[in-house]
């Protein structure tokens, strides 16, 4: 059977999928120039941009600032529409697009948002159920471009090059690959760089070059490079599968009243969610559980899971511990059991490390912690992106995941490479191993080379240790110097002082923050004072030695 495929593009999905709504229904209707921004003000990012928009020189990553300033001064005639990024919206006609393609064939990947590939081979005339999908999907609203080719990549560079419906034959592949910019090709910026210097600015270009010289350069990337070029696509088509849905529930006979009751028929349950799990190689996520009171209200709780679980005796624990903490207050009639899944873990030990908690172990560990000290404070600490002092966060805790690699242990034994770094030889102008360097004996002298043991310096190092929290003080202050420092046990006259040292950030959010730092000497010790410029507040922030 003859391979046949069908790509649907849809140009700037996003900003399409926000003003379909306008257009469903409608042909041959202009757009008018628009964009789709992220982020919140004053970080407001171009996410998305059609034609209008691109021909006045904007572009994704660009703000939206300069993106209206930019379009002001290309068409001051014309208006710019601009849009929130609405990601309901993007999903919902990824969705309807998907289901217009599955009328015309069972099977449809789908490649990224706004991409379908229809696998059109055995249809009795699929040219012409491509006319039908370009149809269905214009009565949505989108500007949508269909290409057919025996090739997905070329049906794939068709459909973002020409609009309408494109039909491209086994004879014309080739042919039309080699006027197509080098763009087109999912390059990386050292490869595109790379091929500019070498002058190459189309795909037929990079196409007649030999095959050994790009896998020297590029490795395994220029093979599956020179085969895109050439028309040769043997990636596999992954086709489009409706997701199954884990569900179990339960309906009652009389109602129950403790949870006690309601353990035996959830173990029931879970057993079964966890048998079907393993089945399709999943594990939960999460578990939602669904009480049906008494008075016709459904209570429902959500328990997130910091390690995928299909062990139904570690989520009964964890099910009972969240419905013990967060009661349904009535009789329950009848319960449902949800599993988010996601691919299974397998935990690999190691020989030479300490055995580790099992996942489910961990998991009821985690979650009675939270219930004795609250959510809130279960996790693991985080770093912010800012340069705020003794700024974090408390991110919730995921194990990593098994497989990846070790810190290496037995450091400098075989198969570490280390690089001796270099330190200028201020008699000779040479430069020499600080870890050692052999000396020009000559041979007149009668003594053998030999390596000289490098000098260690014995001038100790200084050290900071913070302080977690950093102790209050009230500071006493003379002619913007600090004097005198009172915060509990460190407390004494500032026998002398440098700083001060100002610092500041996030002036562009209403969460502007700026320190004034000093190092003073308190009673023989050195410390690091910090005073918040807004309160004028004091604290030691750490000690040195």
């Not at 660009?62 to 529409?81: D, G």
């Not at 560990?365 to 705020?388: E, F, I, M």
Request: contains cysteine; neutral net charge.
């Amino acid at each position: 059977m003859t391979r046949l495929y069908a790509c649907l593009y849809v140009p700037a999905f996003a900003v399409a999928a926000v003003i379909s709504g306008r257009l469903r229904g409608e042909r041959n209707l202009q757009t008018p120039p628009a964009l789709v921004f992220s982020g919140t003000e004053p970080n407001r990012i171009v996410y998305g941009a059609n034609a209008g928009a691109r021909s006045a020189g904007i572009h994704e990553g660009m703000p939206l600032e300069q993106a209206q300033a930019r379009f002001a001064i290309a068409k001051p005639a014309q208006q710019l529409e601009i849009y929130p990024r609405d990601e309901q919206a993007e999903a919902r006609m990824q969705k309807e697009l998907l289901e217009a393609a599955l009328t015309i064939s069972p099977r449809v990947e789908d490649s990224a948002p706004g991409l379908l590939t229809v696998d059109l081979a055995g249809l009795e005339n699929p040219h012409a159920s491509a006319d039908i999908l370009h149809q269905k999907a214009e009565q949505l609203g989108l500007p949508v471009h269909v290409a057919v080719s025996q090739n997905r990549f070329v049906a794939l560079c068709a459909a973002r090059t020409h609009e309408g419906v494109t039909h491209i034959f086994s004879h014309q592949a080739r042919g039309f690959l080699k006027d197509l910019p080098l763009e087109i090709l999912p390059l990386e910026e050292k490869e595109r760089a790379v091929f500019e210097r070498w002058g190459i600015g189309k795909v037929g270009e990079l196409a007649r070059l030999p095959l050994d010289s790009l896998v020297a350069r590029f490795g395994g990337r220029g093979a599956c490079l020179a085969k895109l070029a050439r028309g040769e696509d043997d990636t596999l088509f992954a086709a489009w599968q409706e997701p199954s849905t884990f569900e179990e529930r339960q309906e009652f006979d009389w109602p129950l009243g403790n949870l006690d009751q309601l353990s035996f028929p959830l173990a029931d349950l879970l057993r079964n969610l966890c048998a079907r799990l393993r089945n399709h190689g999943f594990a939960a996520e999460s578990v939602r559980v669904a009480l049906k009171r008494s008075d016709g209200v459904v209570f429902e709780r959500i328990v997130a899971l910091s390690y995928p679980l299909a062990e139904p005796q570690a989520l009964l624990k964890l099910i009972r511990l969240d419905l013990a903490a967060n009661p349904p207050g009535e009789m329950v009639e009848g319960v449902t059991v949800a599993a988010q899944p996601t691919p299974r873990r397998f935990l690999q030990h190691d020989l030479f490390l300490p055995a580790r908690p099992r996942p489910e172990q961990l998991a009821v560990t985690l979650v009675r912690l939270a219930h004795l000290v609250g959510a809130d404070r279960v996790g693991s600490p985080a770093v912010v992106d800012t340069h705020r002092p003794r700024a974090f966060e408390v991110a919730s805790f995921a194990p990593p995941r098994e497989g990846r690699k070790a810190v290496a242990r037995g450091r400098g034994k075989t198969g570490t490479v280390r690089f001796a770094p270099l330190v200028a030889d201020a008699g000779k102008g040479r430069s020499r191993a600080a870890l050692g360097t052999v000396p020009d004996f000559s041979r007149e002298s009668g003594l053998t080379r030999q390596r000289l043991k490098p000098e260690i310096s014995r001038q100790p190092a200084m050290a900071f240790r913070c302080f977690r929290p950093a102790v209050e003080a009230e500071i006493i202050v003379r002619g913007k110097r600090p004097i005198y420092v009172n915060g509990g046990q460190i407390s004494g006259p500032v026998r002398a002082c440098a700083g001060p040292w100002r610092v500041c950030g996030e002036w562009w959010t209403d969460d502007v923050w700026a320190y004034e730092e000093w190092d003073v000497e308190v009673a023989e010790q050195l410390y690091r004072v910090c005073c918040e410029l807004a309160s004028r507040t004091w604290h030691v922030a750490g000690v040195y030695g």
